[in-house]
């Protein structure tokens, strides 16, 4: 059988997988949405939005030639202010989410010699063969469903953190335009006077 015939074969099956998977991850989502993301947050990324379409309708292929420098400057002032706002915010956000991947290790940690009992435990009950060990994918597939939910959230954590850190980077492309089209703009002021 080749991977075509591989894959017809458990398409169905694929397909099911990846249905399950994606209500699970939209729930996870939600959940993770109304738990984590803040009312601030959702406001200062409304508004930088905002002020970057208010951008956009004045520019042009040669860059923000249509808007004039008192619009550039206040929209400059204003993402300036939203961007230290959100740059807290994420640092926060990152700081958790950091936090929470180091939470993750110690409890992978703690529970494997648990785990591991609980696991000799269970064999000792099926077999008494002192021959048969538990090996370390065992203990390390028991662990995982242990900390299961403490793995997605850190995962939704780091992803938000992601998430805020981009649209920072973002802003700061942008505040970087703007600073260089209101230079030019005092320039040309300079040169028609």
Partial sequence: MNNIELFESKK?????????????YSK???????KEV????I???????????ELD?????????SLNGDDL???????SQYLLSLGEIA???????NTMGRWVKW?????????????????????????KRIIKEDIESEVSKRIFADSIIESMMAGHADLLLNIYDSTRSVLTALAHRINLKRQEREINK
């Avoid at 640092?91 to 989410?97: E, G, T």
């Fill in 12 to 24: 169905k099956e694929i397909e099911s997988s990846f249905e399950e998977f994606d209500e699970f």
């Fill in 57 to 65: 309708k004045g520019k042009t292929k040669e860059g923000f030639v």
């Fill in 107 to 131: 409890k992978r940690h703690n529970e494997w010699n648990p785990a591991k009992q609980h696991l000799e435990d269970k064999l000792k009950e099926v077999s008494e063969d002192a021959k």
């Fill in 38 to 41: 803040s009312q601030d947050e």
């Fill in 28 to 34: 996870m989502d939600e959940f993770f949405k109304k």
């Fill in 91 to 97: 640092s926060q956000k990152a700081q958790k989410a």
């Fill in 73 to 79: 400057t206040r929209s400059d002032y204003k993402l």
């Fill in 43 to 53: 406001e200062i990324i409304s508004q930088i939005h905002l002020i970057v379409e």
